[in-house]
């Protein structure tokens, strides 16, 4: 399994991955999910890589030999990032459609965000059937793989005018609560954060699995989750109380 | 969708239920799905449902019919609590074997939990093959339906020590935080709390759509979270760093 984020907010898009896969859960492997690709000062475009992990390194593989080939359409050349987006669709599909049968799944989703100059920074959620979507002034976060577990916090806290600071470590926790609850979830984490018309991709961040941080994280979160709890008001069980009649269906 | 759990902790069992069903998104309903089964002073059984709609309604009637028709096997006359679960199991199994096609999906699952005289108090989730499981020291929680969001709060606030308060308030912002997650989980929610070696299930509250105390817990949750979240140490950025050669792969 996987867990991506990326968070789009007023300042830019921060971008946030675990590195582990697995096929069964006795054959875990530790592989980036997050790859990055542009020309500094022009443009910039972070993909992020969720599903069969065949796919998906035959996809990043293509996109690589695409803009090394000078094919008619690749990452660097794409007008717009929505094209961009189609393009990358247009990949993932055809590259699903090489294997079938064995009953494994080979469906894989993507994130792609960034920036092209002159334009806005802006991300793209892809599906495996190729069409994408991308965030809103409610909802500025897009999730692949395992994305259930993380949602609630990202969910209360993000808005479009939170820091890509604040974004940043929304994220973590919400990856945090992720590894806590799936065990095919884990570190190194890579968190990227892309500063709008910075057309640069050098803010990159790679928490191993020893980082003092990422624990210390871990457990100023368990601590102050507790508090929050404990703060809560008691119920007001007379109030909601029913007759037992009632319960008689 | 529903999201149905039950906590088991040392001073009894506490059993929380959504009540919405749908059929699609423009089909949605109201049914409760906790269903309360005992003699008073000798066994008290809560039986929690989620999963296809006449399938959990086909095996509540089955129950009861079974116990009205005096059959050779029902709910208060089976000698152990993992008796009743297997022949809810096996009831279950019945029910949706009776029905198939039409791409629709047939399947239930069950949570099971309650005392006979005599005997520990034990909660079971019976799946939809008829199998089942039961909680732990360390995980003294199931659950059924929509269970991902609200489970790392459990996952983090609930032990066998807590007390039956703890687990309703611990279950309430659970099931908080899937509503907000999940249109199709919604209210009333039913609380039951069974008290260890009370062997009656007089203590049965509902909130409803319109309870202020609900409302009241929902937003102090926000806010109290978001306190918790800004009370968080600010990343180490520095200590996290990577050359930016490195992240050429």
Same mark, same amino acid.
């Given at each position: 399994? #996987?867990?991506?984020?990326?968070?789009?907010?007023?300042?830019?898009?921060?971008?946030?991955?675990?590195?582990?896969?697995?096929?069964?859960?006795?054959? &875990?492997?530790?592989?980036? !999910?997050?790859?990055?690709?542009?020309?500094?000062?022009?443009?910039?475009?972070?993909?992020?890589?969720?599903?069969?992990?065949?796919?998906?390194?035959? &996809?990043?593989?293509?996109? !690589?030999?695409?803009?090394?080939?000078?094919?008619?359409?690749?990452?660097?050349?794409?007008?717009?990032?929505?094209?961009?987006?189609?393009?990358? +669709?247009? &990949?993932?599909?055809?590259?699903?459609?090489?294997? #079938?049968? +064995?009953?494994?799944?080979?469906?894989?989703?993507?994130?792609?965000?960034?920036?092209? &100059?002159?334009?806005?920074?802006?991300?793209?959620?892809?599906?495996?059937? +190729?069409?994408?979507?991308?965030?809103?002034?409610?909802?500025?976060?897009?999730?692949?793989?395992?994305?259930?577990?993380?949602?609630?916090?990202?969910?209360?806290?993000?808005?479009?005018?939170?820091?890509?600071?604040?974004?940043?470590?929304?994220?973590?926790?919400?990856?945090?609560?992720?590894?806590?609850?799936?065990?095919?979830?884990?570190?190194?984490?890579?968190?990227?954060?892309?500063? %709008?018309?910075?057309?640069?991709?050098?803010?990159?961040? %790679?928490?191993?699995?020893?980082?003092?941080?990422?624990?210390?994280?871990?457990?100023?979160?368990?601590?102050?989750?507790?508090?929050?709890?404990?703060?809560?008001?008691?119920?007001?069980?007379?109030?909601?109380?029913?007759?037992?009649?009632?319960?008689?269906?």
């Amino acid at each position: 399994m #996987t867990y991506c984020v990326a968070i789009s907010v007023d300042a830019g898009i921060c971008f946030i991955a675990d590195s582990r896969t697995n096929a069964g859960v006795d054959n &875990v492997s530790t592989y980036s !999910k997050m790859h990055i690709f542009g020309v500094d000062g022009e443009r910039q475009m972070v993909v992020l890589s969720a599903g069969n992990l065949a796919t998906t390194q035959g &996809v990043i593989s293509q996109l !690589k030999k695409d803009i090394k080939m000078g094919a008619g359409r690749h990452l660097l050349n794409m007008p717009h990032l929505t094209d961009a987006a189609d393009y990358l +669709g247009d &990949v993932s599909v055809a590259q699903q459609s090489k294997h #079938t049968g +064995g009953g494994a799944n080979y469906e894989a989703s993507f994130i792609l965000g960034g920036q092209i &100059v002159g334009q806005n920074p802006n991300a793209y959620l892809i599906y495996p059937q +190729g069409n994408h979507i991308t965030t809103s002034a409610d909802t500025p976060f897009l999730q692949i793989g395992e994305s259930k577990y993380g949602k609630p916090i990202l969910d209360r806290i993000l808005s479009l005018d939170s820091t890509l600071e604040t974004a940043a470590l929304c994220g973590l926790v919400s990856m945090d609560s992720t590894i806590r609850s799936n065990l095919t979830v884990g570190p190194p984490i890579e968190v990227l954060i892309y500063e %709008r018309d910075s057309f640069t991709a050098d803010r990159y961040y %790679r928490f191993e699995e020893s980082s003092e941080y990422l624990r210390a994280l871990s457990r100023s979160w368990d601590v102050k989750l507790k508090e929050a709890f404990s703060g809560l008001p008691p119920i007001a069980w007379s109030a909601n109380w029913d007759e037992v009649g009632s319960r008689q269906r």
